[in-house]
């Protein structure tokens, strides 16, 4: 879910923001509030946290984009979660359909890395994730995406892409999701951030993967053909998450659920 498209709705006074829970009534800020949220690493993996949105009906995406679902309140708490975050992990055709480009510094002044998972290397040479951004004053030089793909991807198309990228094989037949996230975590990677799409949710969901789910309730109904927010396997464990925060704005939902075996407050 890219949302880094700058909104003429930037320039109008700021959507404000209402805890729900636990402590309803007090007036909360995700640019502040989300990163302070604590997120420990794993002994051998980084915190892996999602970000989605959906309609009240489930759909999450409008005429084939997820941001088509959000306006100036989610893109708020989208701008929140990724300065939680110490690189960004994205499937392939997501980051194609969404037109993904390098993420913004985060909350420390450092810029995530973007992971781009394909198992196959489909990807178009013009991506603008493969498009180093303007340089700009004194901010952090920007990394060139990884790519992690498996062994069975076509030396050709990865020798096409190996200038615009780094490129990383974990698996033979799919990319191996738990030699992935060891690999982050060799990098000095403590928290990821995981923006779809549905298929790579679901494969985090049935490896048990996932410690914290972000999801985003838009105030429309959609009906349609669209996909719901993880699809795939069955997990080997069905996942009991609690409910840490819940907030409002603008109609919108805001809610942050948490594994129990990573229970998380603020700090």
């Known amino acids: 879910m890219d949302q880094t498209t700058t909104s003429s709705t930037e320039t109008q006074p700021s959507p404000v923001f209402s805890e729900l829970s636990p402590k309803p009534g007090r007036r909360v800020d995700p640019l502040l509030d989300v990163p302070r949220e604590e997120r420990t690493p794993h002994h051998t993996r980084p915190w892996v946290l999602t ?3 959906s309609s009240l009906d489930g759909a999450t995406a409008l005429d084939g ?3 088509g679902l959000g306006g100036p309140s989610d893109r708020i708490m989208f701008k929140g979660l990724r300065r939680s975050a110490d690189a960004i992990i994205v499937g392939a055709k997501t980051a194609v359909v969404e037109h993904y480009r390098r993420p913004q510094p985060n909350d420390e002044g450092e810029i995530p890395l973007l992971v781009i998972v394909s198992s196959h290397l489909h990807l178009p040479l013009d991506l603008p994730a493969f498009v180093p951004p303007n340089p700009q004053g004194s901010q952090p030089s920007s990394r060139p995406p990884l790519l992690a793909t498996s062994t069975n991807a076509s030396s050709s198309l990865r020798q096409g892409l190996e200038p615009l990228a780094e490129i990383v094989q974990f698996g033979s037949e799919r990319v191996d999701l738990d030699l992935l996230l060891q690999d982050l975590h060799s990098r000095g990677i ?9 298929e ?7 490896e048990g993967l996932v410690d914290e789910w972000n999801l985003t309730i838009a105030p429309v109904l959609l009906s349609g053909q669209s996909s719901r927010s993880a699809h795939g396997p069955d997990p080997r464990e069905r996942p009991q998450l609690s409910l840490k925060r819940l907030w409002q704005s603008q109609d919108s939902l805001f809610g942050r659920w948490v594994h129990h075996a990573g229970e998380s407050t603020l700090r």
Not at 190 to 198: K, M, W
Not at 200 to 206: P, V
Request: net charge neutral.
């Open 190 to 198: 403590h928290r990821v951030l995981l923006e779809g799409g549905p």
């Open 65 to 67: 984009l997820s941001g």
């Open 200 to 206: 790579l949710n679901g494969q985090f969901i049935a």
């Open 51 to 53: 970000n989605m949105i």
